[in-house]
């Protein structure tokens, strides 16, 4: 009697162990969630005017969404806000104008009066963007509760706001400004990650990646398209004329960041 019994109890243990694994392995088709990362910045500078000024850093807060067509392959998307910092130190003699709290482009200068000229050294900025990423997922069968991925694709950046605080030729005069001129509206890049995803309750995952995204677009504002081609520049050059030769800075940005998904 306690041989049939054993051999029961042995049955249904091993029925609930398969049906906890077929769990697992039950693929959600869309799963949405916040991911949060941190991350470092390493700006490299094509441009004779300014050299980096440091490491900058990245915090990222959104939502993602991954549409998985099957166990292995997904699609990753989202929106993320990153908090950036960045810097850069001056070695010509680089002037812009400014009024107030204002820095002003060449196109605005001609419709303000009481302007104020500024010889700037170093500036430190802040960027505000709005990013979509646009991955590729491959992900391996689980082992137990956990799996591991790879991620490809791009990540698109559109600036929403830029606090600069820069310093003078003698690094005594710090002025703080909110300005959207300085830095290019898109900014793109291509990444990659890998991780792991932890599977802690039925559909719900936890993600570990660390990613490295390569920049593929000028980091600050280039030339206008139509029209004088100087018009939205604010920084600026003076010759032995005494003529005014805008500039740009060339330089992209490259990503080291560790992030972390909660998804549903």
């Not at 049906?19 to 799963?31: P, V």
């Not at 196109?107 to 302007?115: F, L, Q």
């Not at 990444?191 to 039925?202: F, K, R």
Request: cysteine-free.
């Amino acid at each position: 009697m306690y041989k049939y019994i054993t051999i029961l109890f042995l049955l249904i243990f091993q029925s609930e162990i398969n049906t906890s694994f077929a769990q697992l392995n039950t693929e959600k088709k869309y799963q949405m969630g916040i991911i949060i990362g941190a991350g470092l910045n390493n700006i490299k500078t094509i441009s004779k005017i300014a050299n980096p000024n440091n490491p900058g850093n990245d915090l990222t807060i959104g939502m993602n969404i991954v549409r998985s067509y099957n166990q292995n392959i997904a699609f990753n998307s989202g929106i993320e806000f990153d908090f950036s910092s960045i810097g850069y130190k001056y070695d010509e003699k680089i002037f812009y104008d400014y009024t107030d709290n204002q820095i002003l482009s060449k196109k605005e200068k001609t419709n303000v009066k009481n302007i104020t000229q500024f010889n700037l050294k170093e500036r430190n900025q802040s960027p505000i963007y709005i990013s979509i990423p646009t991955m590729l997922v491959f992900k391996t069968e689980y082992i137990g509760y956990n799996r591991f991925f790879s991620k490809f694709g791009m990540r698109h950046s559109f600036i929403l706001k830029d606090l600069v605080s820069d310093s003078d030729i003698n690094g005594n005069n710090d002025i703080t400004m909110e300005t959207n001129k300085e830095l290019s509206i898109y900014t793109g890049s291509v990444g990659i990650s890998v991780g792991t995803e932890w599977n802690y309750l039925s559909n719900s995952t936890i993600m570990f990646e660390l990613g490295y995204y390569y920049g593929i677009t000028n980091l600050n504002r280039n030339n206008a398209l139509f029209g004088d081609i100087d018009k939205n520049k604010t920084l600026y050059t003076i010759d032995i004329n005494n003529n005014l030769n805008y500039q740009t800075i060339k330089s992209t940005r490259d990503q080291i960041a560790l992030k972390i998904s909660f998804l549903f």
